[in-house]
C-alpha cells in the first residue's frame, strides 16, 4: 500500500523520504567544507615553502659572502706573512752530513738564509735531497719563526768503482753512489768483479764486517783493492805489504776463521815479511812464500 498520498496538488513525502534527502544535505556540505580546508591547506603551504625556499637562497647568498670574506682576509694575512722580516730564515741546523758540506745541503734542499722561512715547501726540500746521490733518509722540520732543522743519513763509501772510464764511489754492497770529486774525495780500496764472480757481491758487507771487528788482522787503510773471482773467490790486496789474501765463498765462516789464524800466527813469528799470497780454501790454508832474490 503506498504511503504518500496526494493533498491539494502536492505529493507528501514520509519521514523516511525527509531523514534520507537531510542526511545527503549534511554529506554534501561536509564534502564541501573538507575541499574548503583541504584548498587553503594547500595555498598556506605554498606559501611556507617559498618562504622556505626564499630563506634557504638568503642563508646561501650569505655563507657565499662569508667565505669569500674569510679567503680574501686569508689571502691578506699570507701575503702579509711571507712578507714580513718576524720570518726570515736565520738559522739552518744540519746534522748527518758528512761527504755533503752543508752549503751542499741548503742548495740541494733550496733553502736561502735571509729567505722567508714560510714560503719554504718543507715536501720540496726532502725531495731535492734525496734525489742526490748521496742522500738516503731526510726529514726537515721548520720551527717558527726563523730556523729549519735538517737531519740526513748518507749513503756511506765503502770502495772506488771503474766503470766506463769513470772512477765512482760504491756502497758496501758495490753498488755506484756519485763520481768521485775533489770536492769529496775519500781514498778508498778498487773494487772489480770478473765475469761470473757476480754471486761474491753478497759477501762485501760481511767482509767488511770482519775487517771492522778485528776477525781479519788487516788494519782498513792497507787494503788497496779488491776482485771477486770466480776461481779464488774474494781476493784482498794490501799494497803495503805486497801481499794477496783469498777467501772462498763456499765456507765463508770456516775459511775466514782459518785465515785470521793463519795471519795471527804468521805475525807472532815474523814471517809475513816473506809471504807474497794467503788463501783459505777447501777447509785449508796455503801460504805462497816470496821467491828468493
Given at each position: 500500500?503506498?504511503?504518500?498520498?496526494?493533498?491539494?496538488?502536492?505529493?507528501?513525502?514520509?519521514?523516511?523520504?525527509?531523514?534520507?534527502?537531510?542526511?545527503?544535505?549534511?554529506?554534501?556540505?561536509?564534502?564541501?567544507?573538507?575541499?574548503?580546508?583541504?584548498?587553503?591547506?594547500?595555498?598556506?603551504?605554498?606559501?611556507?615553502?617559498?618562504?622556505?625556499?626564499?630563506?634557504?637562497?638568503?642563508?646561501?647568498?650569505?655563507?657565499?659572502?662569508?667565505?669569500?670574506?674569510?679567503?680574501?682576509?686569508?689571502?691578506?694575512?699570507?701575503?702579509?706573512?711571507?712578507?714580513?722580516?718576524?720570518?726570515?730564515?736565520?738559522?739552518?741546523?744540519?746534522?748527518?752530513?758528512?761527504?755533503?758540506?752543508?752549503?751542499?745541503?741548503?742548495?740541494?734542499?733550496?733553502?736561502?738564509?735571509?729567505?722567508?722561512?714560510?714560503a719554504v715547501s718543507i715536501a720540496?726540500?726532502?725531495?731535492?735531497?734525496?734525489?742526490?746521490?748521496?742522500?738516503?733518509?731526510?726529514?726537515?722540520?721548520?720551527?717558527?719563526?726563523?730556523?729549519?732543522?735538517?737531519?740526513?743519513?748518507?749513503?756511506?763509501?765503502?770502495?772506488?768503482?771503474?766503470?766506463?772510464?769513470?772512477?765512482?764511489?760504491?756502497?758496501?754492497?758495490?753498488?755506484?753512489?756519485?763520481?768521485?770529486?775533489?770536492?769529496?774525495?775519500?781514498?778508498?780500496p778498487t773494487l772489480s768483479t770478473?765475469?761470473?764472480?757476480?754471486?761474491?757481491?753478497?759477501?762485501?758487507?760481511?767482509?767488511?764486517?770482519?775487517?771492522?771487528?778485528?776477525?781479519?788482522?788487516?788494519?782498513?787503510?792497507?787494503?788497496?783493492?779488491?776482485?771477486?773471482?770466480?776461481?779464488?773467490?774474494?781476493?784482498?790486496?794490501?799494497?803495503?805489504?805486497?801481499?794477496?789474501?783469498?777467501?772462498?765463498?763456499?765456507?765463508?765462516?770456516?775459511?775466514?776463521?782459518?785465515?785470521?789464524?793463519?795471519?795471527?800466527?804468521?805475525?807472532?813469528?815474523?814471517?809475513?815479511?816473506?809471504?807474497?799470497?794467503?788463501?783459505?780454501?777447501?777447509?785449508?790454508?796455503?801460504?805462497?812464500l816470496n821467491q828468493p832474490a
Amino acid at each position: 500500500m503506498p504511503l504518500a498520498l496526494k493533498k491539494k496538488g502536492r505529493v507528501a513525502r514520509n519521514a523516511y523520504t525527509r531523514a534520507a534527502l537531510s542526511g545527503k544535505t549534511e554529506q554534501k556540505r561536509a564534502d564541501k567544507g573538507a575541499r574548503l580546508v583541504a584548498t587553503i591547506w594547500r595555498k598556506l603551504g605554498n606559501v611556507g615553502r617559498l618562504k622556505n625556499v626564499a630563506l634557504l637562497v638568503g642563508l646561501l647568498l650569505a655563507g657565499g659572502m662569508l667565505l669569500g670574506g674569510l679567503c680574501v682576509a686569508s689571502l691578506w694575512l699570507y701575503n702579509k706573512a711571507v712578507t714580513s722580516d718576524f720570518f726570515l730564515t736565520r738559522h739552518v741546523d744540519v746534522t748527518g752530513n758528512v761527504r755533503l758540506s752543508r752549503e751542499m745541503v741548503l742548495q740541494y734542499g733550496g733553502i736561502v738564509e735571509g729567505g722567508n722561512s714560510l714560503a719554504v715547501s718543507i715536501a720540496q726540500v726532502e725531495r731535492g735531497l734525496r734525489q742526490t746521490p748521496w742522500v738516503e733518509e731526510v726529514s726537515v722540520k721548520r720551527l717558527l719563526p726563523d730556523r729549519f732543522v735538517i737531519r740526513l743519513k748518507e749513503r756511506m763509501p765503502s770502495f772506488w768503482v771503474h766503470r766506463d772510464g769513470v772512477l765512482y764511489y760504491a756502497n758496501e754492497r758495490g753498488e755506484i753512489i756519485a763520481p768521485v770529486e775533489s770536492r769529496n774525495f775519500l781514498s778508498l780500496p778498487t773494487l772489480s768483479t770478473e765475469s761470473g764472480a757476480e754471486d761474491a757481491l753478497a759477501y762485501l758487507p760481511r767482509l767488511l764486517k770482519a775487517l771492522q771487528g778485528g776477525a781479519l788482522p788487516v788494519e782498513a787503510g792497507a787494503l788497496a783493492a779488491v776482485t771477486l773471482s770466480p776461481g779464488r773467490g774474494i781476493e784482498l790486496y794490501l799494497e803495503d805489504r805486497e801481499m794477496r789474501l783469498s777467501i772462498a765463498t763456499d765456507d765463508w765462516d770456516g775459511n775466514l776463521a782459518r785465515l785470521g789464524l793463519a795471519l795471527g800466527d804468521l805475525a807472532r813469528r815474523h814471517e809475513l815479511r816473506s809471504v807474497r799470497e794467503v788463501r783459505a780454501v777447501n777447509g785449508s790454508v796455503w801460504v805462497v812464500l816470496n821467491q828468493p832474490a
